[in-house]
């Protein structure tokens, strides 16, 4: 099985589908989106991005997934740091092109552990 999967949810307190949080808003919903970086002078720059951005109080943000799982580790690292140390709530987005049934399985029960 390969192809895209859906995106799902996060929140440190609650899981939710994201259009119940549309729902819920009566405001515009305010996002970001981050991608793992590849070096440590990138991380750096993405901590300091991510700190000021979080003073905006996002009501969400998402982590882009490679094709191919070519940033899994990156990307699961970087939901965890944004989850546990920022309480941010988030969209592990996640394209499933060239990985397996059991792949794409692992993967989101790693994701839903958060």
């Known amino acids: 099985m ?36 590849r070096d440590e002078t990138s991380a750096e720059k993405l901590e300091a991005v991510i700190d000021t951005l979080c003073l905006l109080g996002p009501d969400l943000v998402s982590v882009t997934f490679g094709v191919g799982g070519s940033t899994r580790k990156d990307s699961s690292q970087l939901i965890n740091k944004l989850i546990h140390e920022k309480g941010l709530n988030v969209i592990a987005y996640f394209a499933g092109y060239g990985l397996g049934k059991h792949e794409i399985t692992s993967i989101l029960d790693g994701y839903a552990e958060n």
């Open 2 to 37: 390969t192809g895209q999967v859906s995106p799902f949810f996060y929140s440190r307190k609650l899981k939710m589908n994201i259009v119940n949080l549309a729902d819920k808003s009566n405001s515009p919903i305010v996002s970001f989106e981050f991608i793992p970086p």
